[in-house]
């Protein structure tokens, strides 16, 4: 018996060979299944169709305005034959926004950065954005009331002293630079505080991503996903990162990646044998700043009279990132004011000099100063040299 063809197999088995045409959709149809895929997301998310009218979010308003479209277009219902699980397509388009100061469907679009071709009609949108940005701006558009905003607004106050004292910095937000729970963003020109954060999951781009609850300083809130607010931060020019009080390894000594070392605080005791530097020693202190070798710049300390015309010793020191040293010098120099060392001295030529940034301060009252500093609450205390503490005291005194 002659071996039988595939076809003539399946014609004895009974099965009818068909042959699939190939799918060969052109890039306008593609436009209209992609656009129309938005849609179904909106009715499988909400489960309602888009709706027009003022209240509604600016994307439900062009899906509106897209399925209107799409309805009135015997092209795009022909695009999308056998695609429409939903049933989406039954029904007639309805009025968009009337209202006079509704915006038009072309106005509306062009407000999403969405434009149109030559004709008027959803066949020829260019979408300039991805549907990842897309979905990231959408995120970003859904805010809530914050029914606890009292709680909260205390720290948007905080943040904007610390802000004009110079506590802390906005500083420019890197691509994709790490988010943390507690931490402040200028979004849109308005705070931003990193509330909560929920667990870790993989997204469908096989990414981490975290579930954020972000207060805006205007009262209101958002569910946000991690990976949106970065990109959001990312594309707005003004989106800023605010410091922390203790600008990363200023006070912890430790330099982790990605800071930029720019100084060293130094705390110094004098060797001398000045009586009154003798009777006090271990309360007389200088304070500074410097962006060089600690150890070159005391090595010819008994020549000079910044450092009292005798040796001294380095007692403390705080490494400092990202933050001004003269500014942060000039703070810790006029909190300690009250305490100034009033001592007159001859340099080596036999010149009367005043030494300045030398206090009459404990070590203990100094590390408790720059914790405060770190942690903002510098702005509430003052030095009381007649106790030797820190008192709380008005921002004015």
């Not at 045409?21 to 209209?32: F, G, L, N, Q």
């Not at 999951?201 to 579930?211: A, K, L, M, P, Q």
């Not at 959001?232 to 990646?257: N, T």
């Not at 070392?261 to 009777?279: C, F, M, N, W």
């Amino acid at each position: 018996m002659a071996e039988m063809s595939d076809k003539e197999l399946l014609k004895a088995l009974g099965v009818e060979a068909k042959v699939e045409a190939k799918s060969a959709r052109t890039a306008r149809e593609e436009r209209i299944i992609a656009g129309f895929e938005d849609i179904e997301r909106f009715f499988e998310q909400q489960g309602r169709l888009p709706a027009h009218g003022e209240d509604k979010e600016i994307f439900e308003r062009l899906y509106s305005v897209r399925l209107d479209k799409i309805r009135a277009s015997e092209e795009c219902r022909n695009a999308l034959t056998g695609l429409d699980k939903h049933g989406l397509l039954q029904g007639q388009p309805v009025k968009n926004d009337t209202s006079s100061e509704a915006l038009d469907d072309e106005a509306l679009l062009a407000q999403l950065g969405v434009l149109n071709a030559s004709e008027n009609d959803i066949t020829n949108l260019t979408h300039v954005r991805t549907r990842t940005e897309i979905r990231a701006a959408e995120e970003i558009a859904k805010r809530t009331q914050c029914l606890d905003f009292d709680t909260f607004k205390p720290l948007f106050t905080q943040v904007q002293d610390e802000l004009k004292s110079g506590v802390r910095k906005s500083r420019e937000f890197k691509d994709y630079a790490q988010i943390r729970q507690g931490e402040f963003f200028i979004l849109g020109g308005q705070k931003v505080y990193v509330a909560e954060m929920g667990d870790e999951f993989i997204n469908v781009y096989e990414r981490t991503d975290r579930r954020l609850r972000v207060i805006y300083d205007n009262g209101t809130e958002s569910d946000i996903l991690l990976r949106s607010l970065q990109r959001a931060l990312q594309k707005d020019l003004a989106g800023r990162r605010i410091s922390e009080p203790s600008e990363g390894p200023l006070f912890s000594g430790v330099v982790e990646d990605g800071d930029c070392a720019s100084g060293t605080i130094y705390v110094l005791r004098s060797k001398s044998d000045h009586p009154l530097i003798q009777e006090h020693r271990d309360v007389i202190h200088k304070i500074g700043v410097t962006g060089g070798d600690i150890e070159k710049r005391i090595a010819n300390a008994k020549l000079d009279p910044t450092f009292l015309m005798a040796d001294v010793e380095v007692v403390a020191t705080y490494e400092l990132s990202n933050i001004n040293r003269t500014k942060l010098e000039n703070l810790i120099h006029r909190f300690f004011e009250p305490a100034k060392l009033d001592m007159q001295l001859k340099d080596r030529f036999g010149n009367p000099v005043v030494p300045r940034e030398w206090f009459l301060v404990p070590l203990f009252i100094i590390d408790e100063v720059v914790e405060k500093i770190r942690d903002g609450s510098i702005v509430n205390f003052c030095y009381d040299p007649g106790s030797g503490r820190l008192v709380e005291c008005h921002s004015g005194d």
